[in-house]
């Protein structure tokens, strides 16, 4: 079946600075990759996706990119702010099921 | 995004008793609805996949007669969780799949403490 390993799975970054989380998986039918930010106490919340018909997908100032050959994805968050502090999971699926990845912990310093 | 609810949004039990979970869908029709469980820190585990009108598909270690999944209509799927024990506490959240968008989309998470 299919395995995503996330990485790293805690990051600290000043405010303003940019911020990447990267994942890898395993089964190559995979093709829906969406990443989720949970906040404590929440439910995730999709905040990104992209599909294997396409390398690279933005949306303000968060970006993601695809690598179908590598079979890595990764998020891209720039001019971070405090409110983007929260744990970050990456996800890959090939039918309707997700996989999730074991989650990042991102923390924005002021 | 689409919005996804569920209730109650936490829980506290007698251990032996039974407690009901409600996921609904507020904007989409979700044919399907999946459920997961998360321990503190950790990823979303799965723990069954839920089809309208049909069974519970469950996952790999997790029992079916101890969650039960009931998917009647297009919008809301409900977990009880039977005979709790203080093992079973833990943070329950819901998703459903909006078949137009071919998107997941999450409920806010129930928190169940059994005593």
């Known amino acids: 079946g299919e395995n995503v390993e996330q990485h790293p799975s805690t990051l600290s970054v000043q405010e303003g600075d940019s911020a990447v989380i990267k994942c890898t998986y395993s089964?190559?039918?995979?093709?829906?990759f969406p990443w989720y930010k949970q906040e404590l106490g929440k439910g995730p919340q999709l905040i990104i996706d992209?599909?294997?018909?396409?390398g690279e997908k933005k949306d303000q100032r968060i970006a993601v990119t695809l690598n179908k050959t590598a079979k890595h994805f990764s998020l891209h968050i720039t001019e971070t702010q405090p409110e983007d502090s929260a744990v970050y999971f990456c996800a890959a699926s090939s039918a309707q099921k997700l996989v999730f990845g074991q989650g990042t912990r991102l923390t924005i310093n002021p | 995004g689409a919005v996804v609810s569920q209730h109650p949004s936490w829980v506290i039990c007698k251990s032996g008793t039974s407690v009901k979970i409600e996921c609904r869908s507020l904007d989409f029709q979700a044919t399907t609805m999946f459920w997961y469980r998360q321990f503190p820190k950790q990823s979303l585990m799965l723990m069954a996949t839920s089809n309208e009108g049909s069974k519970a598909t469950y996952e790999q270690g997790v029992e079916k007669d101890k969650f039960l999944i009931n998917h009647a209509s297009l919008t809301l799927s409900t977990l009880t969780v039977t005979s709790a024990h203080p093992e079973d506490s833990s943070f329950y959240i819901c998703s459903a799949r909006d078949p137009l968008a071919k998107t997941q989309y999450f409920g806010p998470g129930t928190r169940l403490l059994v005593l």
């Open positions: 992209i599909r294997s018909n396409v």
């Open positions: 089964d190559s039918a995979s093709n829906y």
